[in-house]
């Protein structure tokens, strides 16, 4: 049974950091690319971040590039979204999700997980 477990949310202020961490199993992580998005309150999907197998690629979104770093450790099967400089608009459900191909880049994924909410206020 896949699983996607989301962890790591809150609430910060402004310029603050946070860590999200998703714990994977039922696949094979270590062979499929992972992907962070985020939906804002009353907003659809916002693909966020992701980050190939070997975690040798990373593709941000314009929204976050050079303030989010994806990582993965594909020994504990766990995916990672650090975030620094964090500004009210980043305030979202932030999901992790995996790609619908095993070994493939295809850019569609499959959430899983119940996300976790992330609040930048003041």
């Known amino acids: 049974q896949v699983q996607l477990v989301e962890s790591g949310g809150g609430l910060v202020q402004p310029g603050g950091s946070l860590r999200l961490s998703c714990a994977a199993s039922?696949?094979?992580?270590?062979?499929?690319?992972m992907y962070w998005v985020r939906q804002a309150p009353g907003k659809g999907l916002e693909w966020v971040s992701s980050?190939?197998?070997?975690?040798?690629?990373?593709v941000y979104a314009d929204t976050v590039k050079g303030r989010f770093t994806i990582s993965r450790d594909n020994a504990k099967n766990t995916l990672y979204l650090q975030m620094n400089s964090l500004k009210p608009e980043d305030t979202a459900l932030y999901y992790c999700a995996r790609d619908k191909r095993t070994a493939f880049y295809s850019n569609t994924y499959f959430l899983g997980g119940k996300g976790t909410l992330v609040t930048v206020s003041s």
């Open positions: 980050i190939s197998t070997a975690g040798l690629t990373t």
């Open positions: 039922g696949f094979p992580f270590s062979s499929t690319w």
